[in-house]
């Protein structure tokens, strides 16, 4: 599978055009995990976006009780997309996220090369970041409504 047909699908990249997307999908990596292979940790640094374009990924977050086990935020699959913010900042991964297939296979793009596309193509650089921010908006509002 081509990475410009998993990209095209991924909301975080709505409103590229098909140029945009080939030039993204030129600097997409690729990598296969086993079940059990761990892709981030929680707390520690961030540099690259994952894309799922084959198994299922699954999203685990510490408790604030030392005594308890991780819980299960998500489960990701084909065309579902973890890790964005290390596109923004290199700040701590918010998540652990391990493969749950028994081949999960991904599409990784490197913080320095996208910073580098976006300089090359400002319009690309635009319009992901403001997915980004209305991600992040429609979570913080979430949250927000949520914990009330």
């Known amino acids: 599978m081509e990475p410009v047909d998993v990209l095209r ?39 690259r976006l994952f894309i799922v374009y084959k198994g299922f990924v699954e999203v685990t977050r510490s408790s604030r009780d030392p005594e308890s086990k ?15 913010m290390a596109l923004v900042d290199l700040g701590p991964r918010s998540a652990t996220v391990r493969s749950v297939s028994p081949t ?9 090369a996208f910073l580098q596309l976006c300089e090359n193509n400002h319009h690309l650089g635009y319009v992901v970041m403001r997915n980004i921010a209305a991600d992040l908006s429609f979570k913080l509002r979430h949250r927000n409504l949520v914990a009330r």
């Open 70 to 84: 991780p819980r299960t935020v998500v489960n990701l699959g084909e065309g579902q997309m973890f890790g964005e």
């Open 9 to 47: 699908a991924v909301e975080l990249f709505e409103g590229l055009t098909d140029e945009e997307l080939a030039s993204l999908g030129a600097i997409c990596g690729r990598e296969t995990l086993q079940a059990g292979d761990i892709i981030t940790r929680e707390g520690q640094p961030g540099k």
């Open 104 to 112: 999960t296979d991904l599409f990784v793009i490197e913080r320095d």
